[in-house]
């Protein structure tokens, strides 16, 4: 799938600044010089950076966090304490904080990184597709890192790996060997000669933050890497301890709430991973037994279906927690029951197709306030909580809802809508889209069951339909396929 259009993309010389069609485009970095980028900002924001130094102890009493040992013996005192160690943990594990791990998503990662291996296409300037390519017994990625440099990768359960009886080189090299369009773009390259192998097993803290200290990025928790979003998790979560810290400073907010929102966003985003990656995973040979998870999960969410309907509702729920609409790798509803309809060879129905009177179904659930994360700043918003669910009443969620509210009709509703929207523009296709948004965003609730719909055969119906065939953004794979890999 695509961001965007491909002829919106400026062939443009590079550097240039993040505008315009860039901001919405994914961005591959290399992990150390992006790192090494982050790290010198900080010094030079002012930031006492200290590298190559070992924490051997961390000094705790009662859950807090009162010193760091370093190898030295020196003692480093303050007021927070942030665990930035990706997998290693050293304060998480000091503490301890015990882990939620998935047993239903235990595999091995290897890869290596090549130089000068071909791209499948070239898109304006330094822009590409990454691809992940499916093998009967795992995938594999292929991520272009920069104009020379490619990572890439082999994702296999751990089950696997194990019963195969080759080292992690060796299997390496059969995936590469097996998989045809990467091999064929690997013929003029050259591996920089070590694989790396790593447990790439999902897990969440069961807890992100204490009375001083905080865990952050893959520390908090990791999500398997099928939908590359390591580092989105990583920032976001940087980004809203930022904000967290600053308002405990501030000391405006109860300081109890704003630890417990900073955790259970944490640990939501990284769930909802998790679970969207057990989705995936369910359309591969390999990992059948994944059918009965999703079912498991659902039913957890409070949702009793089998598993062919679970794996169905993985691909079109699960919209309406954390992000401001329904959203998937920054494409709407619709593309999700697309998407879910191509895996599963069922229509996918849209269920505001099916009723015409919607009405927001909270009597039972908890009216609570959840932290929203804005401007450097912590905004409580209206929210509803049920088990581990939240619905905050936030963007097209919250216009979606005073909408049905005011006029539980549909389409008396799309027209409070439309009118609300016009008076910030004029311009009939943006009007359309943003009330295209709020159909997928109403669509959602419902899958949700934070709504609930009602049939009055005398009034009109929303025409929903999954398409399909695909649209601009979702096709087959269309690039050409280089000789040797039809050829072998």
């Known amino acids: 799938f695509e961001f965007m259009p491909l002829d919106e993309v400026v062939d443009e010389p590079r550097p240039a600044p993040y505008e315009g069609w860039r901001t919405r485009v994914a961005l591959q970095v290399d992990r150390a010089i992006y790192d090494k980028i982050l790290l010198d900002h900080a010094r030079e924001c002012g930031v006492e950076v200290r590298e190559q130094t070992t924490v051997r102890e961390v000094r705790t009493s009662a859950g807090r966090v009162e010193g760091l040992v370093l190898e030295g013996g020196e003692e ?6 942030v665990d930035a160690s990706g997998n290693s943990g050293i304060l ?9 791990i998935p047993p239903a998503l235990k595999n091995v990662a290897f890869w290596d990184y090549w130089e000068n291996a071909d791209w499948a296409v070239e898109i304006g300037v330094g822009g590409t597709r990454i691809q992940i390519m499916s093998l009967s017994w795992g995938w594999m990625w292929f991520i272009p890192l920069g104009p020379t440099r490619t990572s890439i990768g082999l994702v296999t359960p751990a089950k696997h790996a194990k019963a195969s009886g080759l080292s992690p080189e060796e299997l390496y090299r059969k995936a590469l060997a097996e998989e045809p369009r990467i091999r064929a773009l690997i013929q003029n390259a050259q591996p ?11 897990f969440a803290a069961t807890k992100c933050a204490g009375e001083n200290w905080f865990l952050v990025g893959e520390c908090a928790g990791f999500a398997d890497p099928i939908l590359s979003a390591g580092m989105t998790l990583a920032q976001v979560g940087a980004r809203e301890l930022a904000c967290t810290i600053a308002a405990l400073e501030e000391g405006e907010l109860d300081s109890d709430w704003l630890r417990g929102s900073y955790c259970q966003a944490q640990r939501d985003r ?20 994944l059918f009965a998870e999703t079912q498991r999960i ?8 089998d598993a062919n309907e679970a794996f169905r509702w993985f691909a079109s729920g699960s919209f309406t927690g954390d992000a401001p609409t329904a959203t998937l790798a920054n494409h709407g509803m619709a593309t999700a029951k697309y998407i879910a309809q191509l895996m599963t060879r069922q229509t996918i129905e849209w269920e505001v197709a099916r009723h015409n009177r919607f009405f927001l179904d909270v009597d039972e659930h908890e009216r609570i306030h959840a932290a929203e994360y804005r401007e450097g700043q912590v905004r409580p918003v209206r929210a509803f909580k049920r088990g581990e ?23 008396e509703a799309f027209r409070l809508l439309e009118s609300h929207f016009a008076r910030f523009t004029q311009d009939p296709q943006e009007i359309q889209e943003r009330l295209f948004r709020c159909i997928e965003a109403l ?10 719909g009602r049939t009055d055969p005398k009034r009109p119906f929303l025409k929903m339909t999954t398409p399909t065939e695909p649209g601009p953004y979702i096709h087959p794979n269309q690039d050409v396929i280089p000789a040797e890999a039809t050829a072998k």
């Open 76 to 81: 480093i005192t303050a007021r927070h304490y």
């Open 92 to 100: 998480r594990r000091q503490i301890p904080v015990p882990l939620d």
């Open 192 to 202: 920089e000669g070590r694989v790396r192998a790593t447990k790439d097993w999902s």
């Open 270 to 289: 990284v769930w909802q991973h998790i679970r969207f990656a057990t989705f995936w995973y369910t359309g591969n040979g390999r990992f059948t037994e």
């Open 298 to 305: 659902a039913r957890d969410a409070g949702y009793e279906m």
């Open 389 to 411: 669910k939240t619905l905050r009443l936030t963007n097209v969620n919250e216009l979606v809802v005073k909408a049905i509210e005011a006029q539980p009709d549909v389409t």
């Open 443 to 452: 669509e959602a609730l419902v899958l949700e069951g934070w709504v609930v």
